[in-house]
């Protein structure tokens, strides 16, 4: 299918362990931040979000953290499996009148057995 | 319940001709949303419409335009394509427009080469 992140940044991880995906984002007027992923010829999938008033939020086997001072969002996956290896992508939603998505540049996971 | 569905997937189109991209949207949703993907980059919003009409707008010229039908469906219309419009185009539908809480489902794109 097609590759969707032919130049974006790599992180490569043994399976089992865990893997963390930063994203810098721009605007600090935001109400959501979003984590999406995105397999090869698909398209983005709803992983996880956090609301701007939160700092830190959890579902299976991911974590969501939120830097509001430096503007830095992170998604922790635990106990990496070959089927999470895609390109992962930070989303913010502006406060504001209508929803739309900003994204961010995207990071390419690559899982190893 | 059926999700987005695109069509087509892939598509080749002339420098300076016109193209129309088909998105159906989720059972139950009443927005759409278009995005286009640049290789290697995040989807970036073109518009998007809620109840037939275009409710916001991202950084493309009007040669993009669109449209929502009755019954939810949508179009994404380019004129005078150039090849820089060559990327991956994606519909999101969702309820009201709610994009928090994974209210947006995403189709797999419509892949449009311009040469």
């Known amino acids: 299918g097609e590759s969707v992140g032919l130049h974006l940044p790599t992180l490569s991880v043994q399976e089992g362990d865990n893997s963390i995906i930063n994203c810098a984002y721009s605007n600090s007027a935001s109400d959501y931040f979003i984590w999406y992923k995105q397999e090869s010829g698909k398209g983005p999938q709803f992983i996880i979000d956090i609301r701007s008033n939160m700092d830190k939020r959890q579902g299976q086997r991911v974590t969501v953290l939120l830097n509001k001072t430096v503007k830095h969002l992170s998604l922790q996956i635990a106990a990496t499996q070959p089927g999470d290896s895609a390109v992962y992508f930070c989303?913010?939603?502006?406060?504001?009148?209508?929803?739309?998505?900003?994204f961010g540049a995207g990071t390419r996971l690559a899982v190893h057995p | 319940e059926t999700g987005v569905t695109q069509s087509p997937t892939h598509l080749i189109k002339t420098r300076g001709q016109q193209v129309t991209l088909r998105c159906s949207s989720q059972?139950?949703?009443?927005?759409v949303s278009w995005y286009q993907q640049a290789l290697g980059q995040g989807p970036q919003f073109i518009f998007q419409?809620?109840?037939?009409?275009?409710?916001g707008r991202g950084n493309f010229p009007p040669r993009f335009s669109g449209l929502q039908f009755p019954n939810y469906s949508s179009e994404l219309n380019v004129n005078a394509l150039e090849l820089d419009d060559s990327a991956l185009y994606l519909c999101?539908?969702?309820?009201?427009?709610?994009?928090?809480?994974?209210?947006?489902?995403f189709g797999s794109g419509t892949r449009l080469t311009v040469v």
């Open positions: 059972s139950g949703h009443n927005t």
């Open positions: 419409y809620y109840r037939e009409e275009e409710n």
């Open positions: 999101a539908s969702s309820l009201n427009g709610r994009g928090q809480g994974g209210g947006y489902t």
């Open positions: 989303a913010e939603i502006p406060s504001g009148g209508y929803n739309k998505l900003i």
